[in-house]
Structure formats: C-alpha cells, structure tokens
C-alpha cells in the first residue's frame, strides 16, 4: 500500500525542481496531484505528462499568486477536479539577490508579499475546505534561521513561513488539519555546479552527508509529512539539508 492513496494534493510552484520533485513522488505514492503554475507552463505539462503515463491523475492549473483572489480561486478549482483536497504543498516562492543596504520598499514587498502572502491565502482557502486528516506543508529554507548575504527579504520570508505553520497548527489543529514546514539546504539544479562553483563546493565540504540535496530529498520530507505515519506531526519544522545546520558557527 503506498503512503498517499487516496489523496488529492495541490503542490504550487509545481514547475520549477523542487515542485517537481513533490509532483512526481506525490504521485507515485499514489496522490492525484494539481500542479500549480504561474510562467512554467511547459514543464509543469511535461510532469503531468510524466505522471499520467504512470497511471497517476494529474492536471495543471496556472494562477498568479501574488494575487489573493487567485490563489483561493486556485485552491477551489484544484478540489472540484479532484472531488475534494487533503493535502497542500505550498512550494511557490521567488528568490532574487539584492543587498539589503539600497534595497527598495518595492523590493522588499516584492518578495515578502509573494512568499508569505501566497501560504497566507492558499493555506486558509485549503483549510475551509479539508476535513480532519488533512495536511498542509509550507517549503521554507534553513536561510529562516541562518540568513545569507544579500537574501534579507528572502530570509525574512521564510522565517515568517516557518511561524506562520506553528501558528496555523495551533489554530487548526482542532480541525483534525496539521501544518508544518520542510526547510531545504542547497538542492541541486542543472547548471548551479557552474554558475556558482565556490559555493557549491562549500557547501560539500560543511555537509556531514558530503553532497548538495536533490529535490526526491524534499519531496520524500514532504510525502512523509502528508502521510499517515505523521499524523501526530504538527506545527515541526523538518530539516532537511544534509547535516549543515548542526555544525558549529564559532
């Protein structure tokens, strides 16, 4: 028996590799799966391709979801398609590099409103909806706790995606839905070995693991999350960055 047959999830930011990396393994562990996408349509088609071909119920769904109306609507048309919706994966999010001194209240706003604001609204739409069983995951970062140069507004984010779970827990909890969040370190993409080589090869050498992350790694946090094995899970914060977080800072 596989871990999520039965569910229906909707997985945002679903073309990108971490959200495809959660498509694909929701899907294999028997999910039907509506993958969100904002400009990536070609690829968040070929995952769904990918997974129909398995066997697996699949289906793409574009919104914006800067916009709050849109991710509701989102969250309702992903339902109707799948008779109901027991588990949200809120992947979606940006990441640019500015510094943070000169760095505009735009900028600032610009990825703040997109990452926080879009968990905000997809997880409270989701949550009118679930019945008790449900499930809802947040991707955050371990930048939440350890912030890198020239990603304070990124790091802000996903700080405030990580309190926003433990509080959605809190408050939802009697509802029978948990909330939790899955903080990657570095997961590897194609061509990051090349546009960032120093970085990368620092990253290896702090691993305890000795290797970048790949997306199978977040999505198999993600699967355990949505699963019954972790039905007593909530308001936690899963690590999963190859042992960085645990090493000295001094």
Known sequence: ???LDGQVALVTGAGGGI???????????GAAVALHCR???TAAREVASRIEDSGARAVVLEADLRD???????VREA????GGLTALVNNAGVQPVQ????????QWRAVVDTNLGSVFACTQAAAELMRPGGSVTHIASVEAGHPAPEHAHYSASKA????HARAAALEYGPYGIRVNTVSPGLIDREGLA???PEGVERWVRKAPLGRLGRPEDVADACVFLASPLASWVTGHDLVVDGGVSARPTW
């Open 99 to 106: 510094p943070l001194p000169g760095m505009t209240a735009a």
């Open 160 to 163: 405030a995606i990580v309190a």
């Open 1 to 3: 028996m596989r871990l």
């Open 194 to 196: 090349a546009a960032w």
């Open 19 to 29: 959200g495809r990396g959660i498509a694909l393994r929701f899907a294999e562990q």
């Open 68 to 74: 709050e109306d849109a991710c509701r609507e989102l």
């Open 39 to 41: 400009t990536a349509g």
């Open 79 to 82: 339902a109707a398609w799948g």
